[in-house]
């Protein structure tokens, strides 16, 4: 039965948006995470089995040499390292099928450190993402709880302010950023969720990001018909394009390209803090109709930590994603022949 719940709550995710399809989605992830709460000592087999203690890695890089190994427990990885806690701490967690060594991690990793001095940390647990989703999705909740002791101990072993700490994490990245903000000590200043994964994931806050993880939370959609969330799960929720079907430029394609979007247009904000201003909006299609509120906000890396609601902007097809300025006075004229630039 465990196997059937999984893939018909696959299959659901995958729909649309609406009606009785979205009441029976929820339905079938609720039960599904009763079945998984009623199996005896579910979470310490697992434990007990795969040991994430022991398949959780944290990387440092900074401008000042090659990357080092950081140890939960062990301070002189920290202070014989290049880690200045005087400077603010970026934190990078990857999804499913990826690691710390490439895509996301990466991509992120490089154009923080091109842009800013900070300490960039990729959270690597690819031996439990190299896997089927359901079982990745899983070890979700043993993989956050080692990056809340990760970031427990850099507070209280090496004095890091958590206000100078961001946790970034893609797809199930996103909610093991969410499990830690859960089960750290302290509370860091930001999280950020870049389309955080919708299949098995629906369900109360401690199975998934949301707004008590962090003082502050923001969250790119880009794919709410396929791989992302729908919902709003931060204080400020963007959705660029409308967060989908499918983000311009993609093409044609299961989702995947729409997917990665929410971290490309992160990249870009990281470079250009104003390159994706958005407008409050209650819905897409208020957003087309000029039906929206005077509140405006960047997303990405110049967002404002007061922001709160969901916000609509458009994007480029191709680099650079970003239309900068919004242009309130005719968002249907933008539409999807936004510029390519
Ligand atoms: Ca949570």
Redo the contacts with the bound molecule.
């Keep these: 039965m465990f196997p059937c719940v999984i893939i018909v709550t696959m299959l659901l995710s995958s729909g649309a948006d609406a009606g009785i399809l979205d009441k029976g989605r929820d339905v079938v992830v609720q039960w599904y995470h009763r079945i998984v709460r009623v199996i005896p000592s579910w979470d310490r087999i697992v434990m007990y089995l795969f040991n994430a203690e022991r398949h959780v890695f944290f990387t440092l890089y900074t401008r000042n040499g090659p990357s080092q190994t950081l140890v939960i427990g062990e301070t002189n990885t920290v202070t014989n390292s290049n880690f200045n806690r005087n400077k603010k701490t970026k934190i990078l967690v990857h999804g499913w099928l990826n690691a710390g060594d490439n895509f996301f991690s990466q991509l992120m990793k490089d154009a923080f450190l091109e842009s800013h001095d900070y300490n960039v940390i990729t959270v690597d647990w690819s031996w439990f993402s190299y896997s089927l989703y359901s079982y990745s999705r899983i070890a979700i909740h043993f993989v956050g709880p080692q990056v809340a002791k990760f970031v427990d101990f850099l507070v209280e072993e090496v004095d890091v302010n958590p206000d100078d700490v961001h946790i970034l994490g893609h797809s199930l990245g996103a909610h093991i950023a969410?499990?830690a903000?859960?089960n750290m000590k302290c509370n860091v200043s930001r999280i950020t969720g870049m389309d955080p994964a919708m299949p098995l994931i629906v369900g109360d806050?401690?199975y998934?990001?949301?707004s008590?993880?962090a003082k502050f939370v923001d969250v790119i959609h880009t794919s709410i018909y396929y791989l992302g969330v729908y919902k709003p799960t931060g204080h400020a929720d963007f959705y660029p394009n409308g967060g989908g079907p499918l983000q311009p430029g993609c093409g044609v394609e299961i989702g995947v390209c729409t997917h990665r979007r929410s971290y490309r247009y992160y990249i870009e904000s990281i470079q250009n803090e104003k390159a994706f201003q958005a407008v409050k909006c209650n819905s897409w299609g208020d957003f087309k109709s000029n039906n929206c509120s005077d509140e405006l906000a960047y997303m990405g890396e110049g967002v404002s930590h007061e922001a709160r609601g969901k916000f609509y902007l458009r994007t480029a097809t191709k680099p650079p994603y970003g239309l900068g300025e919004i242009a309130q006075a005719d968002n249907s004229s933008a539409t999807d022949a936004a510029p390519t630039q």
């Design positions: 969410g499990l903000g859960d806050s401690s998934r990001l949301d008590s993880d």
